[in-house]
């Protein structure tokens, strides 16, 4: 079964300085890999998506990752932090070897950001 | 275009009861998944829905049905409801395309008491 491991249930950065966010990802094929943002009391936006095409994916709100395979890696990063990034974000997957459960997205545990002035 | 939309906003059971929720695709959308999302945790799967069939199902127990109307809209019924249903409840909707994007809708929040 698949799964996504984030580390760190809390990140906390200053506004300006750089976003870190980390994903890791098990499974035996290259998946699709997603980056979600959830604003209270909201449903899921996504910011990103990695489906096989370039290893570096860039997103909305300045966002973006680099799917690693040899890491199992899809980390999730910003150059400059805003206070409007303060949120809680999900790294998921889908897809497996049998070419089944597309569609179905394992989530991570979440990671909330807080930005600091 | 209005998105996903989901309905109620909020609800509160108790336990034993019946719920329903209900889930409008975003236009042009034939694929409706649920997820069920507790407090301080990521979003757990529960099943997929295209051409009125379920298609995927992940490890909830059979007192979570569903199903899917010919305009495509959505519902997902739980039966004897347990405090440990108490979560939000997220309905995505995308296209039947493998590598579609899943919109994701507000969700309905359940208290079971």
């Known amino acids: 079964a698949q799964s996504v491991t984030q580390l760190g249930s809390h990140v906390s950065v200053s506004e300006g300085a750089l976003v870190l966010l980390r994903c890791n990802y098990s499974?035996?094929?290259?998946?699709?890999l997603f980056w979600y943002v959830q604003y209270p009391n909201q449903g899921l936006q996504l910011l990103l998506k990695?489906?096989?095409?370039?290893?570096l994916v860039k997103g909305i709100n300045g966002f973006e990752a680099e799917f690693k395979k040899s890491e199992t890696s899809f980390h999730l990063t910003k150059p400059s932090a805003h206070m409007s990034d303060a949120a809680e974000y999900f790294c998921?997957?889908?897809?497996?070897?049998?070419?089944?459960?597309?569609?179905?997205?394992?989530f991570g545990q979440g990671t909330i950001l807080t930005v600091h002035p | 275009d209005a998105g996903v939309t989901q309905s109620p906003t909020h609800l509160i059971k108790t336990r034993g009861q019946q719920v329903t929720l209900r889930c409008s695709p975003k236009?042009?959308?034939?694929?409706v998944s649920w997820y069920q999302q507790a407090l301080g945790q990521g979003p757990q799967f529960i099943f997929q829905?295209?051409?009125?069939?379920?298609?995927q199902r992940g490890n909830f127990p059979d007192r979570f049905s569903g199903h899917q109307f010919p305009n495509y809209s959505s519902e997902l019924n739980v039966n004897a409801l347990l405090l440990g249903d108490s979560a939000l409840y997220l309905c995505?909707?995308?296209?039947?395309?493998?590598?579609?994007?899943?919109?994701f809708g507000p969700g309905t929040r359940l208290t079971v008491l």
């Open positions: 995505a909707s995308s296209g039947s395309d493998r590598d579609n994007e899943q919109f």
């Open positions: 829905y295209y051409e009125e069939e379920e298609r």
């Open positions: 236009s042009g959308h034939d694929t």
């Open positions: 990695y489906t096989s095409a370039a290893t």
């Open positions: 499974s035996s094929v290259p998946p699709y």
């Open positions: 998921a997957v889908s897809g497996d070897a049998g070419g089944t459960s597309y569609g179905k997205l394992t």
